[in-house]
């Protein structure tokens, strides 16, 4: 065992200022210790009874989030835990397991008192070093709210991004299948003795087929219907392929009336060939189109990610529509709002002009909001989230609301407090609120809340020139 000196405590950076006589008085009024490999220096609940100071010798400190160990420091000789002075603390917030023998020296809680009335040195290197931890301890929480908020857009773009990306695969490969058969077609075409004029107007009428903007939305019923129909004038003219051409035919917004325009123009005996070459046309052209959709789709999300994080911005204020980083951050929570099957509603003001903000900043107080909107609205049946701008006058007024089940009155004045929370361990570190409460004040704006059953509103206002 190490003998503990005032001289060995004066050589620890934390206690270096404080007289000999302070830490001889220490050392008088504290238990030495010795603490085996694997034994528990404080349990999470468990009364913080003492000061420790760690002579020699390691600690891991964890705490214990969804039934898994994630550690969250190491203690090491010279360094102080346990009770601190003024310190609210009652009980241990996490384990403390020894991962080999350590000494220590324990200063009980009791004694305190008598410390802060006549030790001064000494108490002020004590009030440092929990200082010292506050400081610790909120990083480590904003890094754990900031990585909870970023896996649960994470999760959401995934899923968002997998849908069009899969949707490509898949489209490529068909196409690939699909343009295995124009030999086939190619060679059926060449047969075909038609006139340059001939060519002309089928192309010509194709052509318009494939660039229809707009098609008309069908019922099942009269989709139905109109399939059959055709599919009863393709049997008469013994078009091979009845069905399917029958139904790509509908999907183009084409009828009987268009295949007898086109039959005005072919041979009695090349209808059948001409049929299947103009659906092999629309085939691929509804592939190609599936295909650019689903990479326009792609496109759009990093978009409205580069837009949702500022990328390739600086970090100072600028002049920004807030509506696009509004719209971004709707897009980066899609998942989450189209799995728990609710309507988001935009009431934009349009005459509000660019504002003055740091709009990736901004955006972290969106997404904080409308997160906390749709947790709120889980379970019900038909949840709503709703976003509205106002100008007022010089200011810009955004409101986040909901109607979920509303904030009790208990709990309305502690939301924007740093670590509360009401949701369940591992859900929430209680912070998310007080980010969003110390971006507004960065931006000299006011954030209110209005709650009752069945409507939540977290109001933002600020300055629209910054």
Request: net charge negative; glycine share 6%; proline share 4%.
């Amino acid at each position: 065992m190490i003998n503990v000196t005032p001289e060995l405590l004066q050589s620890f950076e934390t206690l270096q200022d404080v007289p000999v006589e302070q830490l001889k008085w220490l050392i008088d009024n504290s238990e030495q210790l010795i603490l085996p490999q694997g034994e528990f220096l404080f349990k999470t609940g468990q009364p913080i009874s003492a000061t420790t100071i760690i002579i020699s010798g390691k600690v891991s400190m964890y705490v214990l989030q969804n039934n898994e160990v994630r550690e969250i420091g190491t203690l090491e000789p010279q360094a102080i835990s346990g009770y601190l002075p003024f310190s609210r603390a009652k009980m241990a917030p996490g384990f403390a397991k020894a991962i080999e023998d350590i000494q220590l020296l324990s200063f009980p809680t009791a004694k305190m008192p008598e410390m802060i009335a006549n030790h001064f040195e000494l108490t002020q290197a004590l009030v440092h070093v929990m200082a010292s931890r506050i400081r610790d301890s909120t990083a480590l929480q904003q890094q754990g709210e900031k990585m909870m908020a970023l896996g649960k857009l994470s999760a959401g773009l995934a899923h968002e991004l997998n849908n069009p990306a899969s949707a490509i695969v898949r489209g490529a490969a068909s196409l690939k299948q699909h343009l295995l058969t124009a030999p086939k077609t190619f060679k059926e075409i060449i047969e075909m003795k038609m006139t340059v004029d001939q060519v002309d107007i089928v192309n010509d009428m194709l052509r318009t087929v494939l660039n229809k903007k707009h098609k008309r939305i069908l019922t099942l019923m009269e989709r139905s219907e109109l399939e059959d129909e055709m599919t009863e004038w393709m049997d008469t003219h013994e078009v091979e392929n009845a069905a399917e051409i029958s139904e790509n035919f509908v999907e183009f917004g084409l009828n009987v009336s268009d295949a007898e325009a086109f039959k005005q123009h072919i041979s009695a005996d090349y209808i059948s060939n001409i049929m299947n070459w103009i659906n092999s046309n629309m085939v691929t052209e509804k592939m190609v189109t599936d295909i650019e959709e689903a990479s326009r789709r792609i496109t759009d999300l990093v978009g409205s990610v580069k837009n949702f994080t500022h990328m390739d911005q600086g970090h100072d204020k600028q002049y920004a529509d807030i509506h696009c980083g509004i719209r971004s951050t709707l897009t980066m929570l899609h998942h989450k709002i189209h799995k728990n099957n609710i309507e988001a509603v935009e009431h934009f003001d349009t005459t509000l002009p660019p504002v003055k903000a740091m709009i990736g900043e901004l955006n972290q107080v969106w997404t904080n909001l409308m997160d906390n909107a749709l947790d709120a609205m889980e379970g019900i049946e038909k949840g709503v989230l709703e976003i509205k701008t106002f100008k007022d006058g010089a200011f810009v007024e955004v409101s986040i609301i909901d109607n979920g089940p509303g904030i009790p009155d208990e709990y309305r004045s502690q939301i924007f407090d740093p670590f509360f929370t009401t949701k369940e361990i591992g859900k929430g570190t209680g912070l998310g609120l007080d980010v969003v409460s110390r971006i507004v004040k960065q931006h000299r704006g006011s954030i209110k809340v209005q709650s009752v059953p069945g409507r939540t509103a977290f109001i933002v206002c600020f300055p629209i020139d910054g």
